[in-house]
Structures are given as C-alpha cells and as structure tokens.
C-alpha cells in the first residue's frame, strides 16, 4: 500500500515534470511564435503582476527596447489600468459561485424532492422541468438582460439556475429511489411526517444529494466564468478575456500568458472548493459506512 | 414519461394515461399563461429599456405567439434557422465524437493500467475544475478564429467527463469476474470484450450523455463569444445587438429543442446498447 502511494506520487510528479518540461523547450525553441507560447517566464511575470497589482519598476527611457524582456503585455496593463487583480476577480467569481450555490441549491432540491416524494407533482411538473432544463443558462443571458438590465442580477440568475437544474436530478432520484419498504416498514411502526422525514428519508437521500453537489459546483463554476466572458466587467471570465468584451469584443486581444494565469487560477479554486465539498459530504454521510 | 422501478411501487398509482394526460396539462397551463401574459404585457411592458450605456427602443419583453410565429416562419423561409442549425449541430457532432474517443480510449486505459492512471492524473485533476469555456481565449490564439477552436473546446470538455466515465466503469468491474475468466483460460482480449466492456458500458452511456449536455452548453456560449458564421449562438447575438426578443426567444427555444431531442436519442441508444441487462426480476 506504502509502495503504491509512493509510486502514484513519483509517476505524477513525474508526468507534471514532464510537461513542464517540454512546455518549456517548446515555447523557448521558436518552433512556435511566442505570442502564441509565451515562455514560463512570461507566465510568471503576468502572475506577480496581477497579484501584486502593479507594473515592476518601469525601464529607464532609454533602454525601452533594450527592456524586452521586462514585456507586459497590453492586455496586463488594460487589466491593471482598472485596478484588478487576481485575487480580486477570483474572490468576485467566487462570490458568485456561492451566491449561485445558496440559492440554487435549495431551490433545486426542494423542486426534485416535490417530484421525487409525490407522484402527482412528478406528472405535472416533470415535463415542465425536462422542458427548462433543456435550454443552456447562458443561451438567456441577453434575454435576462433585457428584463433586469446591465446589473449583477443578471449575472448571477443563469448560475442559480444551472444549479437548480443540476441539483433536481440527484434530489429527485434519492427521494423517488427511497426503498418502499423502508417506507412502509417505518410507517407500519408508526413513524409519521416529520419522524417518517427526519429518520427515513433524509438519511436514505442525503448521500445522493450530496453527491450531486459536487457537480453542481463545477457547473456554477462553469456557468460563472461563462456569464463573465460574456457581459461582465469584473470577475475571473472577464480577467481572461481582457475586460469589456461584450461592449468591444474586437479592441482588446487576450494574452495567452494572462489566459495561463487564469485558467490555473480557476482549476485551483475549483479544485479546492471540490475538495471542500468532498471532505463534507463525507462528515455529513458517516453513517453510510 | 419515466417508468418508475416496480419494485418500489407498493401503492400502484394512476396508469400511463393520465399520468401523460396530467403531463399534457400541465405544459397546456403553461402556455396558455404565457400567451395571456403576452396580451396582458402588450403595450403595458416597457419598450424602451436602459443597457447600461444607452437605450434600445421597440422591445417586445413578452413577444405574443403571433410575432412569435411569424418570425419562426421568416427564419425557416429565409433558411437561416435551418442552416444554423445544421453548422452548430455539425460542430456539436463533431466535438462530441473526437472528444469522446479520446476520452473512452484514455479513460479505459487508465482503469486498466494503474500506471498509466498515476501518469494521467495530475491533467485529468487540472483539466477536470477548469472550466472548459476559460480555455476558449487561448484555443482561439492557438487554433484560430472559426471550426477549429470551437470543435476542439467541445472535444476537450467532453473528453474530461467520458474519460471519468470510461475509467469508473472500467474500475466498476468486480475482480472475480476478471479471475474467473482467465481462471478459465480466457485470454485478456477476450475478457477485455467479454467482461469489461459489456460491464463499463452504463457508465459510459451515462457520461457520453452528460457529455453531449456539456457539448450544447460550450457551443452556445463559444459561439456568441466569436460570433461570426451563421450559427445557433450567432442568431442569438444578432437578436440580443437590435434587440429582436422574437427572434431570440426562437433561437432559445431551437437550442432547447435540439438538446432536449439528442438527450432522448442518447437515452434510446443507452437502452438499446444495455438491453441485455434488463432482467425479468
């Protein structure tokens, strides 16, 4: 076991090693224009300056050309030039994930336990939901933007309802999956509603719920980011894009080295709110065990 | 509609018929609110509405069926709507089938070869919480403005789900099948066709379908970020710039069709491909 650990570990690094590697030899090689491969080096300036939030002392005049490698692109400048950072926008995107998440979630679940538990609310309202959760969110992002106007609200309505959308599902099948006789042997001793909901129904759903609250945060992510690309001036989809590209989609030309950035950024967020979930789906379901 | 598991049906409720007549209700109800609430919003919604930095006049927020109509009829004539279709639906197809053999491929090597798993997944763990529409900027800078940025964006965020599914299914496959066989005398290519494959098929199924979800979403939302060639997201930023809210209630509601209807064809070809699982039970 001690030894198949250690392998995993050695073959990962490895293979990040790997990558790294050859990312490097590429984009230093001139096989490929540097615009499009910015070194490692380019990386990580557009990094430290998008967290620290400022240009590195600015060359002297004279040597303007000789400061080539001092490079910070249009599209850093533009970025700082409105006062964002990486930390700011992912704090903004985070912001949203969450609000996303508090008010989807409920409302997902609520929707899926109604179909799950009560047969005639399934048959009303299943077509309906099949219905709406066919429409991709950020296909309503215009229309809703006709009806609330350029505001935060906006934003934020197609990631609460892709996290309602994605959380009806495992709601509805852990409620609807509920072993009758579980029901009916609870029932027969006498357990009713809320003893029959507390002791029964819950714990015999909760797992699958939880479940499924973790694809809800990809999705909110997902969403988010998607919703920023399009019409935002902060937050991480917008930092990517190079700010305002809903109103100027052609001025501004992304960076590969900020994209970099953010999309590592992203993939360390997601990744760490993922674990998040994971370790408390495992605390709350204990008892599956 | 679902059919619901027999074995949970202790109290057999209504039959198929009024379940579906109770389905056909309902989304009845739904229209006709609608088209009430169109008529009751004509003229009394605002139509000059505020974007932040100017004012756009003649907005129908609630469009009556009768525009509605219309405006369908206009997109079909002039072949707009249809040729949208044809080249979103195209790239969907294209991006789905390239990333979902990569993805099984991969993913069933990974459950095979615990090497080849420590190897992929530092990238699968990376590629798996980005969102697949922040890669969009630099696929764009890499592969160019037009098909290939868009179709390898759809393969690269269906490849990561398959990839997951491919692997758990392969990895769902109970060992003493595996012993039994080459217990046997089964050679590993024939218990590779015999066992594993039929064994990780569902899950394979279940996540080719949430790939093909996944697909739609990416399109649409890379398709109205370089809005160029006639397509689906294309007509929605068309009809979001004047704004033309029929056309773009259209445009939303060919998107919703098309992936509610090749979530049924997934879901069909799941049933067919796993029907001998069925048991009589």
């Known amino acids: 076991m001690e030894r198949l650990k250690n392998q995993r570990l050695m073959l990962g690094l490895a293979s990040l090693g790997a990558m790294v590697l050859s990312y490097t030899l590429l984009s230093h090689s001139h096989l490929l224009r540097p615009e499009i491969v910015p070194p490692a080096r380019e990386i990580a300036v557009a990094f430290t300056e998008l967290v620290v939030g400022t240009h590195p002392p600015p060359p002297m005049e004279g040597d303007v050309h000789a400061g080539h490698q001092m490079h910070s692109s249009d599209h850093v400048g533009t970025l700082l030039q409105q006062g964002v950072t990486l930390q700011g926008s992912l704090a903004i995107t985070a912001a949203r994930v969450l609000f996303g998440l508090a008010a989807g979630v409920p409302l997902g679940i609520l929707l899926g336990l109604l179909m799950g538990f009560s047969r005639r609310a399934d048959d009303y309202l299943h077509p309906i939901y099949v219905l709406l959760r066919s429409v991709p969110p950020l296909a309503l992002i215009t229309y809703v933007m006709l009806w609330l106007g350029h505001s935060e609200a906006h934003r934020l309505i197609p990631i609460v309802y892709a996290v309602a959308a994605t959380m009806v599902i495992p709601a509805y099948h852990g409620a609807r999956d509920v072993l009758g006789t579980y029901v009916l042997a609870a029932r027969s001793l006498g357990a009713r509603r809320w003893l029959l909901i507390r002791k029964v129904l819950v714990p015999a759903a909760g797992p699958t719920v939880l479940a499924g609250l973790r694809y809800a945060v990809a999705i909110a992510w997902m969403t988010a980011v998607g919703s920023e690309m399009l019409m935002s001036e902060n937050g991480m989809g917008n930092l990517i894009v190079g700010g305002g590209l809903w109103a100027s989609r052609t001025q501004t030309k992304a960076d590969p080295a900020v994209v970099i950035v953010g999309i590592v950024a992203l993939a360390t967020a997601g990744w760490a709110m993922d674990a998040l979930a994971k370790a408390g789906t495992a605390r709350l379901t204990r008892w599956v065990r | 509609m679902l059919p619901r598991n027999k074995k949970n049906n202790f109290f057999s409720g209504p039959g198929i018929r009024t379940r579906t007549a109770r389905g056909l209700l309902s989304l009845g109800a739904l229209a006709i609110v609608y088209g009430v609430a ?178 739609w979403v990416t399109i649409v939302v890379a398709e109205l970020i370089d809005a160029r060639m006639p397509s689906l997201g294309y007509l929605l930023t068309l009809a979001g710039a004047y704004p033309r809210v029929p056309t773009m209630v259209v445009g939303i509601a060919t998107i919703g069709a098309l992936v509610l209807a090749f979530d049924l064809l997934a879901l069909a070809v799941h049933a067919q491909a796993t029907r001998w699982m069925r048991r009589t039970a």
């Open chain 2, 38 to 215: 169109a008529e009751i919003g004509r003229g009394r919604l605002p139509d000059r509405i505020w974007l932040g930095t100017h004012y756009v006049e003649n907005v129908q927020l609630l469009p009556p069926y009768g525009s509605l109509a219309e405006e369908a009829v206009f997109l079909l004539q002039s072949g707009i709507l249809l040729s949208s279709i044809a080249v979103s639906a195209g790239r969907v197809l294209l991006g789905f089938m390239l990333g979902a053999a990569f993805g099984i491929l991969l993913g069933i090597a990974t459950g095979r070869a615990t090497r080849a798993e420590y190897l992929a997944d530092p990238w699968v763990t990376f590629f798996r919480f980005t969102p697949a529409l922040a890669l969009l900027p630099l696929f764009v800078l890499w592969f160019g403005y037009g098909e290939g940025s868009k179709v390898l964006l759809i393969a690269a965020s269906v490849a990561v789900v398959t990839l997951l599914g491919a692997h758990q299914g392969v990895r769902s496959v109970p060992r003493v099948y595996l012993e039994a066989a080459s217990a046997l005398g089964a050679s590993p290519g024939l218990a590779f066709r015999k066992i594993v494959l039929p064994a990780a098929l569902p899950h394979i199924f279940a996540s080719l379908r949430i790939g093909l979800g996944l697909a």
